[in-house]
């Protein structure tokens, strides 16, 4: 099975190298948890180090907020995005059904223009905000992963929650149809990673420490937090 490097410092490690090609992989906190950073982060990564372009869609922030908050970083964005490396976009969500299949296929149409190996939408829970029926929320979001899976990207999505250990995305149903969750926590002053699942790899099942640095982020695969901790 080829790995894709997610280009976080430590959590190769911890999940045999790296996410499956192809796999989806929904990371899911609360407020301050590091989400976008992470998203930023593995495109990044995959754009300078591997030559793999990737596409970040956003639903709520903008491309200009997006670079100013990553610019304490020592990324060298811009030549990527000038490079048609690394793109932003910014996505409407919309409350009819229909739309969001189409935006499903716009976000594909963007990722195969480019030939992007790796794609990040952040947030599905912005995508389906305006959808009240679970079930369309579900198939919307199930049609994307499959859309992407076809063009062999390999894709992060990422969920909002209040930060408890036992809330796992948004709808209660994002962590079914994504191949791995990623859990990041946020309990002053400390932040937490845990990998929930991830299909056909054998993950560590301890909680880590992760920490932001100039760099990024960065989880100590050898070091462990207690699971009581964690607030419910």
Sequence with gaps: MKRI??????????????????????????????KSIFCMQYLYSGAKEYDEPGVYITMEE???NLWWNMQRFKWDL?????????????????????DLEEQAKKIVEKAREMNARRVVIDSISAFS??????AKIRYGIYVLIEELRKINCTSVLTSETLGGKK???????????????????????????FVRKMR????????HPLEITEKGLVVNPREEILWEALRD
């Design 5 to 34: 490097h997610t280009g976080i410092d430590g959590l190769d490690e911890l999940i045999e190298g790296g996410f499956p090609e192809g796999s989806s992989v929904l990371v899911s906190g609360g407020p301050g948890s590091g």
């Design 62 to 64: 903008g491309p200009h």
């Design 78 to 98: 811009l030549p990527l995005e000038k490079a048609g490396k690394l793109k932003i976009f910014k996505f409407e969500p919309s409350p009819d059904m229909t």
């Design 129 to 134: 905000f305006w959808i009240e029926n679970v």
């Design 167 to 193: 809330e796992y995305s948004r709808f209660g149903v994002e962590e079914f149809l994504v191949d791995g969750l990623v859990m990041l926590y946020f309990v002053p002053p400390h932040r937490i990673l």
């Design 200 to 207: 056909g790899t054998k993950h560590s099942m301890s909680v």
